[in-house]
């Protein structure tokens, strides 16, 4: 059949961003994360993605990719790449022709990992068009996740909301495969602010794939693995019990390690930026002076996300605009915990 006389179904996936607390540092097998992770689901931060598709392809034909409205060669080809390297999970690819058009409502620019928020909602979307073939048993959302995962593993995380964990922990809960949404969380945490602050905009000098990559033979790769999983555990006690200054120490805790992690590998390296520094510094003061709980987590890259709850919002964005702007590159992006990934039919 002729691509023009096929009859296309349309609809349309939202998928977040999301911000680790707990962080994902290290892979093995097929994406499955060396240590358990935790992350909050951002709301505001997320991809917009419409699918167009249709049964009777004789193989997978994946014809047009557009992103932020124009046709993206590299964007298609790094698509096409994921569809095909899936095929054998999911075979009915092999029957769908697609057309997948995409937009982030945050700027390229803003230093906020757009592939978590992107394969979330490749996940979702053919999650949802492969649902149709396998029927009723198949968990959508689930799978969403797991098929995220194959092309980001951070990106398994972005399904759910607000509170999401991802990977086996030592205590033998959770899966490497998906994530899932915690629920025991304390009120105190029903309204979880992120601002993010863009300390530089420029491309990372070491991708993220390199950075699993050199935990494979890291010096510190054994006492990593043992520190995820207490952070891990005390985490998840401290936001059942409401302590929110266990939760900010280990948020620090954990992005000061990963660009430890980092700067002790082989060959090591160095994402922080002399603002990042200065902006974690101010932050420290500012508690210290003022009791507000208010506390810094940092990605694989030198721009800053601060979190702080509803009772702080006020003290702690008047901090934020009359403070730490001047170390900015742009404006700082106003987030908050969000409860997932969505479809529209
Ligand atoms: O999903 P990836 O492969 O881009 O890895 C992301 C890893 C961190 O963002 C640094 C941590 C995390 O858990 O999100």
Redesign the pocket.
Known sequence: MKNQDKKYNTFQVQAPS?I?FV???GKHGRQLPMNP?L?MTLSSCKTVTQFEYAWGADSLDHSQTLFEGDHSLSFHARLNRFLCSITDLYPELDQLSLKISSHNTFPHSAGI?S??SAYGAIGLGLARIISEKRGRDFDIYQEASIIARLG????SRSIKGPFVRWGIDDQNKGSDHFAQAISSVHSSFNKLYDCILLVDSSEKSVS??AG?ELMNKHAFKDSRNKQANEHFQALLIAMESGDFEAFGEILEAEALT?HALMMSSNPSYILLHPNSLEIIARVRMFRGETHTPLYFTI??GPNIHLIYPESAKLAAENFINSELRSFCVADCLFDHAGSGAIINE
């Open positions: 999301n680790a962080k994902y540092w992770s992350s990992a592939s978590a980001s593993g951070s990106a993220s794939s699993h990963l990605d694989a």
